[in-house]
């Protein structure tokens, strides 16, 4: 008997941005009634590879595959109609648009003349929510729902398409347990209707209990593919990293010093409330929590980007005054934003330019800005932190983003900061970039800097972070150690939730 | 979760309600001012001063319809004014070429010309990735500019056109006038288009996120295209209803005024930021804006102070949008986060 062709699958699919190579060589296979886990660190292509699935990106080289014969997707409507319906990791909703139309855009039901029947349309909506197990108005708009909700809202719309093959990107990251059990339930009633699904997780234990097939990604090259039997967690997390964590993540030895940064009931109405923490010289603190939690708005209210509604920050003693950088620079704050490319770099200035936006009086000789001086300032830093690049002069639009990022870091650092917040450090870098960040970050910290660090990489956070600092829902939900912490109970603060099966804790090997 | 989720119906209802609360605002804030208006002054609501403004009003009305549709893309379409002068001259021009084509025939003409010159800022916008502020604040004066170059200096006079066409302007059904009934008919046309087709809705989504409705397989491109042809082609009918009001057109007709027609429809509560907003209200916006002009002209303040009210009530339209916005976002918020 010859088997069916898979619903869907890509061969040797390739794909690069720029300099940055995503995919070098993958193939994916997804069989009706199965459940495929696609496993691997951020950055590893995993995303890109959805977005080939969806439509969004055409790869560089390679086929994809529905039912057997290839396909191209000229655009996501394509990938729709052949049955692919994607949850993607950030919720992309009309704010604006009510939830029904959200789950129906494009789908609605339609009555006489061709128009919408809004009506059936809430109804399609409710029993898809019923069927999810959640209570949510259709009829109210999505603006201001929290993170959770719109992922469930997410969650209906590609429902709502009856798909053949559904592709869920880190649904669960936002959900409560009781939610994250109601979807796998939904999951497995879709399977046992012969719907292929393929799911991409941090959470080890759910890819386990849930998922038949197992392929695992790193550094965009496909590492291993396989039943779930011939997988155990220790051989997932090893071929996933591909190195011991050590490796990874400098090891240093924690030397917390005196108090740099003493912040006390920082509020800002609706959005953080009451937060409060020191932070000492020599010290990386992580902020953990979920998207949408409060964590990058903490650190604009505190670097003054954003006004504040109450509480004090104080530097060495010095009171940083609300909604105001300069004042915020000159206290010795210096903070590496977490949209690099729009706000932290002027991507059509020069290397040298950027690094010395933060100093101009220091590039300056009389009224002009003097190369020389320029460049003295730059190379300072960026031979520190080993920029790889032909010519200072060069736009960084050139930079790969691990280099980018290097440049932002090495604009701040001469500004001779006491205190360095950085935002998600390494996002969109490259894992050899990535390491050597970590280096750097933690030499600084080492050397004395007081460092808050800001990441939705976990095993980041707890690989880098001396003590991990939790926010929920603009709260701080409490506090770990960074070396005892394990991402369970991170997330357990995090979403003020058990997790959905209790079980390995991965990265914490 | 279960706080936020728990949303009984009746508070749905309200959030409707909230939604509408803007037109209703316009309308009470028209009847408070026109009632203001005429206890200083009766003649104020005579019925030819209604007449008055109501014309006055449509040609801005039916203009501010297709800047609406730009508007929810969050685009801005500046060069109505131009191509509402152009078919205005070349509507005049038609009728002394032609003085015994049918009104019908003459509309249309105007709203295929407006929909090719529409076409025209769509393949920019939409195929060639200009901003629809830069490409069509270009296409103001190119178009502005060929105007010129064809009238020459020219001018259409009430003369020159055919007597049909000069009492088209006052014509009326049960006192209604026939422009103000075909304003009417288009506003409520595309309302209910915007509201209850799949296309309409596109409007919306692009508005919102266009990220989003790209990944819902929506064709950005096309919506983008079809909305500034339409913009363009009901521009290109409200020069049409410029010369039949007017009587007159010559190279500058309609200049200057794409800046009042997006100030109506954000006055009647289309949001710049794009994906908020109706056609009934772009209209509202419109009225209020008239009666305004004509409140002040009657209550004899200077000319002069009246650009100043009508910028200052601008103004306060946006501010009061956006403190709303703020206010309800804040209570969403604080409500999920007790409950």
Known sequence: MIDPPPLLAVQDVRKSFGSVIALRGVDLALHAGEAHALLGENGAGKST?????????RPDSGVVLVNGAPVVFHGPADSQAAGIAVIYQEPTLFHDLSITENVLMGRAPRRSFGRIDHAAARRIASALFGELGVKLDPERKVRGLSIAAQQLVEIAKALSNAARVLIMDEPTAALTGEETAHLFEVVRRLRARGVAVLFITHRLEEAFAECQRFTILRDGALVESGPRGAFTPQDVVRRMVGRSLDQLYPARTAHAGRVVLRARGLTRHGVYRDIGFDLHAGEILGFAGLVGAGRSEVMRGIFGIDPRDGGSVEVEGQIVPPGDPQAAMRTGIAMVPEDRRLQGLVMNLSIMRNATLAVPGRVRRGPFVSAAREQGVTQRWTERLRLKTQ???DPVAVLSGGNQQKVVLAKWLA???HVLIIDEPTRGVDVGAKAELHQMIAELAQAGLA??????DLPELLGMADRILVMREGRLAGACDGAS???ESVMWLATGQQAALPGLAMGAA | MSGMAMAPPVRGRLALRLSQFRELGLVASLLALVLATAAVNPRFLSPLGIRDILLDVSVIALVAIGETLALLMRQVDLSVSSILGIAAYGAGAVFVAFPGLPIPVVMLLGVAAGAVLGAMNGLLIAYGRVPSLVATLGTLYVFRGADYAW???????AINLPPTFRHFANAAILGVPVMVLLVIIVTIGFGYYLRHYPGGREYYAVGSNEEAARLAGINVERRLMRGFMLSGAIAGLAGVLFLARFG???????????LRVVAAAVVGGVAITGGVGTVQGAALGALLLGVISNA?????????WQQTIEGALLLVAISLDILLARHTLWLMRARHRNG
Do not use: W, Y
């Not at chain 1, 590879?49 to 439509?55: E, F, K, T």
């Not at chain 2, 009238?151 to 006079?157: H, M, S």
């Open chain 1, 49 to 57: 590879l959805v977005r080939i699935l969806a439509g969004v990106h």
């Open chain 1, 391 to 393: 010519r200072l002069t």
């Open chain 1, 415 to 417: 500004t001779a900061p």
């Open chain 1, 451 to 456: 460092v808050l660090m800001v990441s939705s």
């Open chain 1, 485 to 487: 912490a394990s991402e």
């Open chain 2, 151 to 157: 009238v020459k200096g020219g001018q259409i006079n």
């Open chain 2, 248 to 258: 007159t057109a010559d190279a500058t007709a309609g200049a200057g005024m794409e």
């Open chain 2, 296 to 304: 002040l002209v009657v209550l004899r303040v200077p000319a002069f």
